[in-house]
């Protein structure tokens, strides 16, 4: 660990101006991005008496090795540029709120020909709407309910695409929960219209939708036609189910936010109420780690920031109001850059009587019980992994503390369709998006420990190419001092590119005994890396082997250091058999005619539609493959050669009796 006074700047090289600054590791990695009115008084407050930070803050900047700032014009520029960072760099020591739970969302994917309606968890994609959050059980009742309504589409593209192939609806096709846009029921701009009147109730126009099928009943009524009439009062009636199902707490015409938190020392949970139309329709909440020591409006502009900066830029999910309750720092620029995403005026504002005060203690009691919940939960699993990565650093003798691990796996079947596999563990957890998957061939295919080698080469070859990077990019922009607004690194339209490898592990585990470890040993020594050590698990005994040792580690059964290597090979194994399979499924399909030199997919296509198959296709003289589209005399030649090749080759291996394994002379 770094001492901070090693790279303290000087007091009078800091200016006083608002700004944006940005710690980094030795490695080059931002690790931390804040803002302040003025950066000389904050910066001074990290480096005056670091032993009287907090401990997360304590640790941040005895992990950075330099930090920069950006001067900016406004507070308004901090807080955009604050964000483009944060967004652009994921520092681990920034504020996140993390989702105390999973929630469903009900989704129309517009960004397709057939948009579907559907059930999502996870990340939002692009182009599709997204309702809610909502309980598991209300939110499947609701679509089934609404599906009656609006027939849009509901089944997965396998589904769709059999239909299309067959002519023939699904289920849903038959019993009217779906237009069946599959075999042609409807029109393209028709089924999309129907998911625009889906979106347009979900988004709070229900009494429109209610008084048209009212009107249309009393028509169907007029005229007699009382089998119409008696649908359309079932379809009034599955509407009025979804609409009055929540309880109307504010004005009809109110559309809000209310947010609320319980905080400690620590951490801090916060829940949100989603208010439209005056009615609740969804609940949302987040639980998050203080890393300074922020005050209440510090947490609230933080939780305004993430929260309508990932979901409201993309989705346009911004109520008129926010209720929040504190009046967040930067409360102007904040209501400002918040309209700009919406597109319109949002009011931030805290409620002091009412109704709205009303609601507002009762998602500052659900905030509450959610933060008892967490700390319940999380107790016993921060203390178990906490013991397991304790006990390994220890049982190993290393001098650093495992904040990340990498694990490596080879896969294949007898030495065809040769893998392997990289996983990620920081603070004892695993972190997906950090995990890599490597095709090995060649030489290097052609055992274990030359695979491993191979893939550990690459692997951190990847990395000090991109920490050369960074040290270029860092040279062309100066020491990072002092820079206005307006240079380059205030251009936030253009992102820059995400290193892939640019974080080196602590530690790296190895699927295998002796052999194995010592090739990746030999693979990083080569690349003149020191500070990242080495160990193998081995799977019969469970032996964890270091380099260049004749005896290995044997760690205790019982020991939660054990257990900890176990989850991580276990992991990377899965996912190394995962990509095994995958490229393995590729091979058996593949085509005899996907050898041939100068044929891509398109004229594959074409020479089997001509020829109606593989057989036709070898059979056919260079005059008969030239009719076909897109082959030329020159590419003809080069297939009938290709063909006589192979089946020259072929004529000439020995026939095998599989009865009784004799060779058969020829």
Known sequence: MANPASYRPKTGEIPTNPGVYRFRDPHGRVIYVGKAKSLRSRLNSYFANPAGLLPKTYAMVHAASSVEWTVVGSELESLQLEYTWIKEFKPRFNVVFRDDKTYPYLAVTMGEKYPRVQVMRGDKRKGTRYFGPYTAGAIRETMDTLLRVFPVRSCSAGVFKRAEASGRPCLLGYIDK???????????????????????????????????LEKQMADAVAKLDYEHAARLRDDIAALRKVFERNAVVLS??????????????????VQVFHVRGGRIRGQRGWVVEKVEDFTTPDLVEHLLQQVYGEDGETHGRLPREVLVPVAPSNAEDLATWLGGIRGAKVDIRVPQRGDK????????ENAEHALKLHKTRR?????????????????????VPLLRIECFDVSHVQGTNVVASMVVVEDGLPKKSDYRKFSITGPAASDDTAAMHDVLTRRFRHYLQDKSAQVDDSLLAGDGKDLVAGDAVLDTTTPAPKAKFA???NLVVVDGGQPQVNAAARALAELGIDDVYVVGLAKRLEEVWLPDSDFPVILPRTSQGLYLLQRIRDEAHRFAITFHRQKRGKAMTVSALDAVPGLGASKRKALLAHFGSVKGVKAATVEELSEAKGIGPALAGAIVNHFAAGTAEAVSVPAINMATGEIIET
């Open 503 to 505: 974080y080196p592990p």
């Open 178 to 212: 779906c237009s069946a846009p599959c075999v042609g029921r409807i029109s393209p701009d028709d089924h999309r219209a129907l998911a625009d009147d889906f979106c347009a109730f979900m988004g709070g126009e229900a009494k429109r939708f209610i008084n048209k």
């Open 379 to 399: 107790a016993g699993d921060i203390t178990v992994r906490s013991q397991a990565l304790q006990e390994l650093q220890e049982a190993l003798d290393l001098p």
């Open 357 to 364: 005060a009303a609601l507002m203690s009762t998602v500052r």
């Open 252 to 269: 009809e015409d109110t559309d809000a936010d209310v947010f609320a938190l319980h905080e400690d020392e620590l951490e801090a949970a």
